[in-house]
Structure formats: structure tokens, C-alpha cells
């Protein structure tokens, strides 16, 4: 077969896989803006050409033989990169627009990323966020998310990542607690107190400290079995507990800092930093692609500035947008 007539069936072949996926010759032809006669007169041109049936087509149904299987699956990398090839070129002229699908843990978005994302879309017109809250660790590229925003020490190599601040976790507990149980003096302490941890599956409750500068000299790393009267895989649900006086939580500072800033948790042992409970910085993350399309490019930039300073006591946790 010539060059030419390759060519010529090229789009065929796209069709084929858009086919595949739509699942009927009236879906596909809707998808290519096509009539459903001149969908299946392209397919039937395609297995003239290539001598075999593609297509096995039934009362109820239409799915594609092994032959047509098998040419989809060999050609549909190339077509995806011809696909985000042309999108990379569409995003080069006006401004960021689209639609992108971020995924970021529940505490941090309810509390820091909702509160400040109307300056986003303001700055940002033609941008539509679909922001999915979850503390699992997401397949980005199998469920189709373009950011993910997480907290971790180090971020996967398979992955481009921004960093947009650093994190701290908290020991927190209510007066109330305190004024019962009484403020341990050093983590050893916490092994007699009500420890509300977060729960990940085969972890032993155990919580890791390092003092400060001021006591640097005299102590060292410090780890300590704990125990208490609940547990949870969510930091929100610890915080709240915590607010209602079960015991001491172990939180990171994105969660923590509205109720510590209004007084309603008093940092523990604050003279003591706990370690490895969290991340200890926070990205902006998504699978490496030659191209980043500019919706995400200033996703990541407005993000980067609005959260430079970290969750600090001192600095307001949800700042005007």
C-alpha cells in the first residue's frame, strides 16, 4: 500500500478507537461530528485495507474483533501525543482556560485551598476547577487528574513537583483536657495520656520528637509508644476530637491552625518538634509531560504565592480573597 493511502486512513484508524470506547456507531459518529453511514463507510474502507474484520457487530452491540483490538491498542499512544501535541500548541494563544481536576487532602482543602480559591477564579475567568477532596493517594494519570496537592517528605521521581511550602505538625489538646489530665512536661509523658492517632494500615502508635535549640544539649531524638480512646485515618476527625476534650492529637499545621489561632487548642510540648507523623513540605504534583498547559502553569504559580508562608500561629488562616 502506497504512502498516500496510508495517510488517507490515518483518521480511520482514530476512529476505529474512538469506536471502541463509544461502544456504537451512532456514539462514535456524534464524537467525530460525523453521519453514523459515514462512520461505518470509513470502517468499512479501513478493513478493505487492511484484509481482515475489525468490527463484530451484533443486534445489541458492537465490539471490535481481535485484529481490531489490536490495531487500537498499537496505535493509540500516537494518537494521544498528537492529541496533547495540538493541545500544547492550542494553549499557546489567549488565556488559561479549561477545565482542571486537582486532588488534594481533605483538611487542606476545606481549610486552605476552598477558602482562598475565589482569587484564583477571579484572576482566571475561563479556568473551571473540579477539585476532589481525599486523603488516598490518587492514580493521576488513570483517573485523569491534572495537580495533585500533597503533603510529603519526598515526592514521587515518576512526578514533576512544586514545592509551595513547608509544613509542621502540632501536638494539640482543649483546656479542657489539660486542666483534667494535666500538660505532660516531656513526650515520655504522653505514654499516661489520651493520644488520638492517626491510623495508617500496619503502623505500631508510636509518636518521634526532637527538642528545639534550647534543649538540643541535654536530649535527642525521642519516641514513644502511645495509646488512647480513638483513632482515625483523617486529621479533621482528630481535630475535633481533640476539641472535644478526648485527649491529645497529633495533627499537621494546615489542620490545627484556625482552632489554635482562636484559642480553642493549646499547643503541647512545644519545645519539642514532632517528626515523621507528616510531610514536611507541601507540592504541587502531576505526572511529567513535555507540555504544561497554562491553566496549570498558573494554577501552580497562584498557589505557590498564596501559600509561601506556610500555616504559622501568627499568620491569618484564611486570609481575604
Given at each position: ?84 501535541g495540538f493541545a500544547g ?201 513535555p507540555v504544561v498547559p ?28
Open positions: 500500500m502506497d504512502a498516500r493511502k496510508i495517510e488517507s486512513l490515518w483518521s480511520h484508524v482514530h476512529g476505529l478507537g474512538v469506536l471502541q470506547s463509544a461502544g456504537s456507531f451512532t456514539a462514535a459518529a456524534q464524537r467525530l461530528g460525523l453521519s453514523k453511514a459515514a462512520m461505518s463507510q470509513r470502517v468499512a474502507e479501513l478493513e478493505r485495507a487492511a484484509g481482515v474484520p475489525l468490527v463484530r457487530r451484533t443486534t445489541r452491540s458492537v465490539r471490535l474483533t481481535e485484529a481490531g483490538e489490536r490495531l487500537v491498542e498499537a496505535t493509540r499512544g500516537a494518537f494521544a501525543q498528537i492529541e496533547q500548541v492550542q494553549d499557546l494563544v489567549g488565556e488559561p482556560h479549561g477545565v482542571l481536576r486537582v486532588s488534594a487532602p481533605v483538611a487542606l482543602g476545606r481549610q486552605q485551598i476552598v477558602p482562598r480559591l475565589a482569587g484564583f477564579l477571579r484572576a482566571y475567568p475561563q479556568v473551571r476547577v473540579e477539585l476532589e477532596l481525599s486523603d488516598r493517594l490518587v492514580a493521576m494519570t488513570q483517573e485523569g487528574f491534572d495537580v495533585a496537592l500533597r503533603h510529603t517528605a519526598a515526592p514521587p521521581d515518576t512526578h514533576v513537583a512544586w514545592p509551595l511550602c513547608t509544613t509542621r505538625s502540632w501536638l494539640v489538646a482543649s483546656r479542657a483536657y489539660l486542666r483534667r489530665a494535666g500538660a505532660p512536661a516531656t513526650p515520655a509523658d504522653l505514654a499516661t495520656h489520651d493520644c488520638l492517632h492517626y491510623l495508617r494500615p500496619g503502623d505500631t502508635p508510636t509518636w518521634s520528637f526532637e527538642p528545639d535549640a534550647a534543649l538540643k544539649s541535654r536530649s535527642g531524638r525521642v519516641s514513644v509508644g502511645v495509646r488512647g480512646v480513638f483513632a482515625a485515618n483523617n486529621s479533621e476527625a482528630l481535630r475535633e476530637a481533640a476539641l472535644a476534650g478526648l485527649g491529645i492529637a497529633l495533627l499537621p499545621d494546615f489542620s490545627a491552625q484556625a482552632a489554635v489561632q482562636s484559642g480553642k487548642l493549646q499547643l503541647v510540648l512545644p519545645q519539642w518538634k514532632p517528626v515523621g507523623a507528616f510531610g514536611e513540605h507541601l507540592y504541587a504534583i502531576r505526572p511529567y509531560s497554562r491553566a496549570v502553569q498558573a494554577f501552580i504559580g497562584y498557589w505557590r504565592e498564596a501559600l509561601a508562608e506556610g500555616f504559622s500561629v501568627d499568620k491569618p488562616a484564611r486570609p481575604r480573597a
